[in-house]
């Protein structure tokens, strides 16, 4: 009896380390579990389960967890992230790097938005990126040269300038300021002829 009791024992003892290797080798609650290159455990800890997010990511996630999903254009997964995995109703959790994913409505397509999101998109582009450089140009031997956001000019100025700067040409709602390389000149009487690129 004694040497089944202490068999007994020491299987029970053999089984505990071996569920207890097996545990510590698997991801914790909120750890990574898979992904693209990812060469770490793809088991979670008892009572969460290993949740896809992106080909990049995979996440140990509590099975009893019911708090809120990310909201619209939040951060909803990547690499070293903590937090929701899901998105609220309506967006999808998309992936923009191996760092970040972020919620996204479903129903947006870049191509059909609404004219007053293109206005503002429009906007902002003209503002950033819509950059040009401009010079004016006339027969006396000074030039000035300025930055403008306008895409296109063509226009004449006649009047004098004595001082530094001036602001002209409005076009759509915008307008620009031009720097003069020489402010002791006035503009000629027949006029600058100011053209954009």
Known sequence: MLTQSLFLTVLTLALSLVSKTSASQCSPRYGTCGGIYYDGPTCCVVGSSCIYSNPWYSQCIPVDYTGPCAKL?????????????????????????????????????????????????????????????????????????????????????????STSSFTSLSSSGFSTVLSSTNTTSALPSSGWNVTGY
């Open 73 to 161: 254009y939040q951060q909803c997964g990547g690499i070293n992230y903590n937090g929701p995995t899901c998105c609220e109703p309506g967006s999808e959790c998309i992936y923009n790097g191996p760092y970040y994913s972020q919620c996204i409505p479903v129903d947006i397509d870049p191509s059909s938005s609404s004219s007053s999101a293109a206005s503002s998109t429009t906007s902002t582009t003209s503002s950033s990126s819509l950059v040009s450089s401009t010079t004016l140009t006339s027969s006396s031997p000074s030039a000035v040269s300025s930055t403008t956001s306008i895409p296109s000019i063509s226009s004449t100025i006649s009047s004098s300038v």
